[in-house]
């Protein structure tokens, strides 16, 4: 524990041996392609595969019309009437935006495969479309789904405190329009899944790169009208997920009915372009309005924010909805009102992605704090510092019923004050404004709230059939006194079979290259709950809990045997090298004649003693349901992150670059300090390629104008900046051993670099209300401000 | 359009990782395909097929190629190293090393590719500083480490590959 201990996994991965989903290969093997739709909105008229099925090598095709009659649509769990939502595994009737699935082709090669899609012919009346969350509520709009009657998904008021009493208290009012933008963390792994029907057993043998695959369950189980108990889920190595491999159910239920109509293994591996097609994170805009007194104070909020979450439901709006885990960020305000819309449009569904949905919120939320202190004339670092909670009222209950677990927020500040010299900046970018160089200096902090409170979704439908959280462990010992460890939660990387065996061997007083751990998820052998996965930075938190768990059942029994065989009290027993030792007299004998005993050699057993050396655990958290006014503790943990941005701007062409970035971050008591500080790296570089490359364009008529790499800009090795971290290490107050989730980050670079470059553009007086830096926008600005102060003068 | 018959398949030859593979193809099969489904070589990886990400970076007769954009034909009678031929038996190629030492990688998907591109920089350049690193692997994406410990990583591997007189530097 504590230590930077090298990565189990990475041997593997290093060597070119790891297991991803592209390399399962199984004996007859066929490969499925998707066509998709080229229309934003139409109605599908006809579909003809006759020329394609009988294309050489073709086995066969399937179309919406096929899928209808063969399964029920997926589970909604929107409230009525968003829940008339019918999603399928293929366009059914109508497609509803570009890039949506309408028929699939399975062949002998890939190759073939997609040959055969250019012999299908789809005849589409195309429709009008809709493609802005505002103009959808329009009473007049194109509906996206005509059986809703709406476009609206949700819509509810958190109203806490005296918002109306704080606005007219307040010395100013606040007021922004703001906009953040569509990306998403784009894996460079894609989406792929491997099913095996399998005749003789009648089970599904699936194996995928899904983050939450028993998650999945009921919605592949309702919706293929399969038994779940036959229904076999594996993951191996997963090439990055960030949450974006959460919601692929869609292709899972596909691929399991080409398998069952090909009688065949079928493969299908997305390519770049269909991910970028069906993958992307909630995109919002945001009426905002804070009271505030002249010395900075911050009064409250009233904001109205529109969720635009694309043609389908899926995870919504019960993912959207989480903002509320950090409801006032890091401020210690109480008057709070956010009337919060969720509304489809023709675009690609959302789904989970690192930071979801609190990341739009707190962008929101720090993005107006920085225009807070350019209207007061105020510093800043000076109005955070002001209204952040303080250490010495943690625990801190939020508006909403959120309780932040500990923290030192301005503490942190200060600490990347320092090492990013503040001060000292600020003075630099005086020199440098004399001399025509736009400097500017961003700042942020953000909470990174871990481990959810499905409970949440209560708030949709009381009837919505989940709520708090569960992960399982099990911890075993076989006859030869060698440990394995099973876990639920699908790694991608975050390297969890590292953590599990620091845990463990701590537990048992050995060496962790003693624990085998099991890679990937099997449903058929791992341990598991239906919350299992890796989702919310949920997994050290969670992990832990089952591993301490499984390992205090097992110590027990351990404790017991050993103190039976050397004739002694099971409390006077330690585990401590390898050995149970009887603290009393000193006498030890190694675990493996322990587990000798238990298994192969078990008359020696304690009478009535069961046989065998496992056990499994399943931990929860203590979470409750939300009260009548929607406040609950909606996650267990809360990280928080504080990052400053340098940037030089270029006025002659809006271009900018980062000139330094410092990011203080503080997760608590760390397992693994090497893996913390990756993790903060990872979600640096995330916000950061958001901020400023990052976006998911479409054009009028609905096109997706990025969607491969050449368009869509990931930050490359020379577009990131080094980054300076420093850390902070406050314990949870409420997670097993003090240790908290990390890794999502909380978008904060968003907002460090939103506020940057207003900062940098302060002698234009620029405001920047979008969440995505885009040089020709920015240029843009300052161009439209320069002709309208040329005509003023 | 008209599927692919037999008569159009080619045999392939070339040398992997020191050991002569034959296999068939396509005209059309990109490289990459070829060694990771024909030969079932799957180390290399796909992340774009638009030759942006990097994931597929092999060695092709002594300089990287992305293997997306290279037929398989293309490698008629080529030397091509792959990730799996840097290591030594079991004994780790030191970028190997320094990468694993220095949580060089997370998922790892990217991994194989940025190998690759860090060992064929040090080639040209044994002792790169922070920015010619970053330069080296432009043409690969990750996104999971921010960069800082793949860089932290191609600067230790530079100095074990230096303090063992460059050997393992040799043309792959």
Known sequence: ?793 | MKSVTRSDIVQVKCKINGKEYTGVAEPRLLLVHFIRDELNLTGTHIGCDTGHCGACTIFMNGKTVKSCMVLAIQAQGADITTVEGLADGDKLHPIQEAFWENHGLQCGYCTPGMLISGLYLLQRNPDPTEDEIRRGIEGNLCRCTGYVNIVKSIKAAAKKMQSEGGKSAQQM
Request: aromatic share 8%; proline share 5%; hydrophobic share 40%.
């Open chain 1, 1 to 793: 524990m504590g230590q930077p201990l090298k990565r189990k996994e990475d041997l593997r991965l290093v060597t070119g041996l790891g297991k991803f989903v592209d390399d399962v290969k199984l004996p007859g093997l066929a490969y499925a392609s998707i066509l998709r739709s080229p229309y934003a909105n139409a109605r599908i008229k006809k579909v003809d595969v006759s020329k394609a099925v009988v294309l050489l090598g073709v086995i066969c095709a399937l179309t919406g019309e096929e899928v209808a009659k063969l399964t029920d649509p997926f589970l909604q769990i929107s409230p009525a009437p968003a829940n008339k939502v019918k999603d399928y595994c293929l366009a059914v009737e109508k497609v509803h935006f570009v890039g949506e699935p309408v028929v699939a082709v399975v062949a002998e090669t890939r190759g073939i495969a997609e040959d055969a899609l250019e012999l299908v012919n789809v005849e589409y009346e195309p429709l009008d479309h809709v493609l802005d969350a505002r103009s959808a509520l329009n009473p007049d709009a194109t509906l996206v789904h005509e059986q809703v009657g709406s476009n609206l998904v949700f819509h509810g008021t958190w109203n806490y405190g005296d918002i109306e009493g704080a606005l007219k208290e307040a010395d100013k009012i606040v007021r922004a329009k703001l906009h953040f933008h569509r990306f998403s963390s784009t894996p460079i792994e894609n989406n792929g899944v491997v099913v095996n029907y399998d005749r003789a057993t009648g089970f599904l043998n699936i194996y995928c790169n899904n983050q939450m695959p028993m998650f999945c369950i009921p919605w592949l189980s309702f919706g293929l009208k399969f038994p779940s108990n036959r229904m076999r889920m594996i993951t191996g190595d997963i090439g990055g997920g960030f949450g974006t491999k959460i919601i692929s159910y869609p292709y899972i239920a596909l691929i399991c009915l080409l398998s069952m109509k090909a009688k065949r293994p079928v493969k299908w591996t997305e390519d770049r372009r269909e991910h970028m097609f069906a993958n992307h994170g909630n995109e919002r805009s945001f009426d905002v309005e804070v009271p505030v007194k002249k010395d900075g104070t911050i009064l409250g909020f009233k904001v109205d924010a529109y969720d635009d979450c694309g043609a389908y439901t899926r995870y919504e709006p019960a993912g959207a909805t989480i903002w509320a885990q950090v409801s006032p960020g890091v401020y210690h305000f109480s008057n709070l009102k956010v009337d919060f819309f969720q509304v489809m449009t023709n675009k690609a569904p959302v789904g989970p992605n690192r930071g979801y949905s609190r990341m739009q919120h707190l962008w929101m939320i720090e993005r107006s704090v920085d225009i807070v202190a350019r209207e007061l004339g105020l510093d800043p670092s000076e109005v955070r510092l002001k209204n952040y909670v303080r250490s010495d009222e943690m625990p801190y209950v939020t508006p909403s019923g959120g309780i932040y677990d500990g923290g030192n927020y301005a503490e942190s500040l200060r600490k990347a004050m320092r090492l990013i010299d503040y001060d000292g900046l600020r003075e630099e970018q005086e020199r440098a404004r004399k001399q025509g160089k736009m400097i500017g200096i961003g700042i942020a902090t953000a909470v990174d709230s871990g481990t959810n409170n499905f409970g949440q979704v209560k708030i949709l439908t009381d009837d919505n059939p989940f709520s708090g959280n569960s992960e399982a462990a099990r911890v075993s010992i076989d006859g030869l006194g060698q440990f394995q460890v099973g876990l639920g939660t699908v790694p991608q990387g975050q390297g969890h079979e590292t953590f599990a065996a620091q845990i463990v061997a701590d537990e048992f007083g050995v060496s962790p290259d003693q624990i085998a751990v099991l890679m990937g998820f099997d449903s058929a052998i791992n341990p598991y709950s239906h919350q299992s996965g890796s989702y919310a930075s949920r997994s050290a938190v969670m992990g832990t809990g089952a591993l301490l768990g499984a390992s205090k059942k097992l110590k027990e029994k351990v404790s017991r045997i050993g103190a039976h065989l050397m004739k002694t009290k099971a409390e006077d027993i330690e585990l401590k090298d390898g050995n149970a030792v009887d603290k009393v007299s000193g006498k030890k004998i190694p675990l493996r004649q322990i587990a000798n005993v238990a298994w192969v050699n078990n008359l020696l057993l304690p009478e009535g003693m069961e046989p065998g050396l496992v056990a499994t655990h399943y931990w929860k958290p203590n979470f409750t349901l939300p009260d009548k006014k929607w406040r609950l503790n909606q996650t267990l943990t809360y990280s928080y992150q504080t990052h400053i941005a340098a940037i030089e701007l270029d006025p002659e062409t809006g271009k900018f670059r980062i000139l330094r970035y410092v990011i203080v971050d503080d997760c608590g008591r760390q397992i693994n300090p090497m893996l913390v500080e990756g993790q903060v790296h990872g979600a640096a570089a995330h916000g950061i390629g958001a901020a400023m490359f990052e976006n998911f364009e479409y054009d009028e008529n609905g096109q997706l104008k990025s969607n491969t790499f050449i368009d869509y800009l990931v930050p490359s090795a020379i577009d990131m900046p080094h980054l300076i971290t420093g850390h902070l290490v406050t314990p949870s107050l409420f997670a097993p051993m003090g240790i908290r989730g990390v890794g999502e980050g909380g978008g904060t670079p968003l907002g460090a670099i939103s506020n940057a470059v207003e900062d940098a553009l302060a002698p234009f007086g620029i405001e920047i209300s979008d969440s995505h830096q885009n040089p020709q926008h920015i240029h843009k600005l300052i161009r439209d401000k320069v002709s309208k102060s040329k005509r003023e003068n």
